[in-house]
């Protein structure tokens, strides 16, 4: 083997095979003596054993991939006869450490053939591991194999879906490349294009013992140059930075020789962070000196305020105040800064707010540093909701309930009763129902009832209690609706609709025949009976059910009845008035000269009826029907009061529909 393949593979190992380097360290501290120990830890309390140890020589020697016929016949015996022959036999460490150095140690000695069964087993749906096994033990084996067959491992690798053969090729290409550098390269260009990407990053990382412009030639061979230069930033740019100005100004001078301003922008906001951490906030004025025009000057300051501003939010906004008086919005809404400034101390974030120049703050980027200070310490925000600005309290109170409620929601009910204002104690306690239904519905139910009936949060919370319960306890929901009044609108009673009629409304929707079953249990008190049997009557229509809808009258009294043609043929009349024509028939006779009126004021301005069929409709409508219905067309051009129009509407209609 050539010397530059030993090298490779030495540093192949130092990199990927970091469990040798702890023995061999421990080895050199503690003596032989300490290593057997370690060792034994590793080995013996894993159950790993897809070798007997006793059976490994002391050190593997890799042997080139162009004679593995060899290295497979020679490699066979080394696996001891009690090995595992499935890799689902094997039991692993629940400790990462252990688990991953004793794979590689047992590995090593394994065949070509061998490490390529095992890989095979392990992508097994009957395996049941976690995926952190499943892909220290795929990586160990696709190392190992890479070494001596590449082709075999990539074969492995190619044949699994997307989501795995992208890591696993990085994985191969990277050993690739530290001992047949060239074959790689050769190879990575008959892959399929997203993953000549994968490769080529794998190829720059694992050989950055190579020059920039080595680096150069071999993305231009692979058609991607800019590759180069993003791992060529990355690498300048990877933590502990020891320079972080000088690798600034180099970044700075490729990027703009190269045109490559955009690809750097990310590393440069990693290298301001640097040099701000190591030189102070004064840095950022040589910062912005020394970035030229032809940069994104917003976006790489805001990254660089992004992280600022998570140990130093004060002293980042008052820079950005300060020196930013054109771009101070935009960078603040950028970099999310309030958001974290409200984490540490919201209160110095709210009294800051108004330094921000211009005619007014966004809205919508207040509203969300506000709602992070409710999430971040929810019980501090409603003891302090007097100090947030009066449009935002509303969304900070039901976030912080909503918050409190997921641990102690008996504690979030406390706050919700101490809420001031009838709006904001409502959103908050609809919030807390919300959470505590989704952890304990008994609980959440107890204390809504508990709840005074002259209180009217009362049924608002119910309703909507009521309503979440419909999809996991269907007979709890409509108890709780049928216990509840019925309270009618006087001046408009065709509104009024009985809680149980109104959730049939949503079971209409995903179960028709369910709401067809629970229809007789509505209750017969204003109009809530007609209108939950108006709404399966229209959803019959709509799938073309007319007879079955027709029928459905049958279930009521005349008077009912009525009203239910009414409502199914205003609700048709809107989407569908040709098909309601083809029933007109079937509708009793002395309600069709109403449903003609009713679908020719419905379709009057749509033009969704031929002419001939507006002349059809208006010969079954009754001179006493049209009076009654310019009466009522008259009302809206008269100067009363809204009350009085409303009420002269209802007395109208009632008399006209028999609404």
């Known amino acids: 083997m050539s010397n530059r393949n030993t090298l490779a593979i030495t540093v192949l190992r130092i990199r990927s095979l970091r469990t040798k380097i702890f023995v061999f ?111 220290d ?101 990877r933590s502990p930075i020891k320079n972080p100005k000088d690798t600034w100004s180099e970044i700075v001078d490729i990027a703009r020789q190269e045109g490559l301003q955009v690809i750097s922008q990310y590393r440069l906001s990693r290298l301001g962070v640097a040099w701000v951490n190591k030189e102070g906030m004064a840095a950022l004025d040589e910062i912005r000196t020394s970035l030229p025009a032809d940069f994104n000057s917003t976006l790489i300051f805001s990254m660089i305020f992004s992280s600022l501003a998570e140990n130093a939010p004060q002293e980042t906004f008052d820079y950005v105040i300060n020196n930013f008086a054109d771009q101070a919005r935009e960078l603040i809404q950028d970099s999310n800064l309030l958001a974290k400034w409200a984490r540490s101390d919201p209160l110095a974030m709210i009294a800051a707010v108004p330094n921000v120049p211009g005619p007014g703050f966004p809205d919508q980027l207040f509203s969300q540093a506000v709602s992070e200070w409710a999430e971040s310490n929810p019980r501090h925000c409603l003891e302090h909701m007097e100090q947030i600005p009066r449009a935002y309290r509303l969304e900070a109170s039901r976030t912080a309930i909503r918050v ?57 919370l119910i309703e909507s209690l009521a309503s979440r319960l419909l999809y996991t306890d269907l007979e709890l929901a409509f108890q709780l609706a049928l216990e509840q009044p019925i309270s009618e609108d006087r001046y408009f009673p065709i509104t009024t609709r009985s809680l149980e009629s109104r959730l049939l409304n949503s079971i209409t929707r995903y179960d028709l025949d369910l709401a067809i079953e629970l229809l007789p249990q509505v209750r017969d008190a204003g109009y809530s009976k007609v209108l939950a049997y108006a709404t399966i009557g229209k959803e019959l229509f709509e799938k073309g059910e007319a007879a079955r809808a027709m029928s459905l009258a049958n279930e009521l009294s005349p008077e009912l009845q009525a009203k239910y043609f009414h409502r199914v043929a205003l609700g048709r009349a809107m989407r569908d008035p040709s098909g309601l024509l083809e029933v007109f028939d079937d509708f009793p006779i002395e309600l069709k000269s109403k449903i003609a009126l009713t679908i020719r004021v419905t379709t009057r301005a749509s033009r969704m009826l031929a002419e001939e069929e507006l002349a059809w409709l208006e010969s079954h409508i009754t001179a006493e029907e049209t009076v009654l219905f310019d009466e009522l067309k008259e009302i809206f051009k008269t100067n009363l009061s809204p009350e009085a129009k409303d009420n002269l509407r209802a007395e109208k209609l009632r008399e006209l529909f028999g609404w």
């Open 25 to 135: 360290g421990v080895g050199l501290l503690m003596g032989l003596g300490g290593t057997a120990c370690v060792l034994y830890l590793l080995l013996d309390n894993s159950n790993f054993s897809l070798e007997n140890p006793s059976n490994r020589t002391a050190k593997t020697e890799p042997v080139s991939y162009s004679n593995t016929a060899s290295t497979t016949n020679s490699s066979v015996s080394r696996e001891n006869a009690s090995t595992p022959s499935n890799v689902a036999d094997i039991v692993f460490s629940k400790h990462a450490f252990a688990r991953r150095a004793t794979i590689t140690f047992r590995a090593e000695s394994l065949s070509e053939d061998q490490a390529l069964t095992r890989l095979d087993q392990s992508t097994s749906p009957s395996w049941q591991v976690s995926s952190a096994v499943r892909i």
């Open 404 to 460: 409190i409620a997921r641990t102690s929601p008996a504690e979030a009910a406390e706050y919700v009763l101490n809420i001031p204002g009838t709006e904001s104690r409502l959103w908050s306690a609809e919030a807390l129902v919300r959470q505590w239904s989704d952890q304990d519905v008994e609980g959440a139910v107890g204390w809504v009832l508990n709840i005074s009936e002259e209180d009217p949060m009362r049924f608002e």
């Open 137 to 237: 033990v795929q990586t160990t084996l696709l190392q190992k194999l890479s070494l001596s067959a590449p082709e075999r491992a990539l074969k492995f690798a190619l044949a699994r879906d997307e989501q795995e053969h992208a890591w696993m090729v990085k994985v191969i290409f990277g050993i690739w490349a530290s001992t047949h550098l060239d074959d790689a390269i050769v190879r990575a260009k008959k892959l399929d294009d997203h993953l000549v990407r994968t490769a080529l990053s794998a190829i720059l990382s694992t050989r950055d013992d190579l020059p920039l412009d080595r680096h150069r030639e071999i993305a231009k061979e692979l058609g991607k140059e800019n590759v180069a230069f993003i791992n060529y930033f990355e690498h300048l740019t």
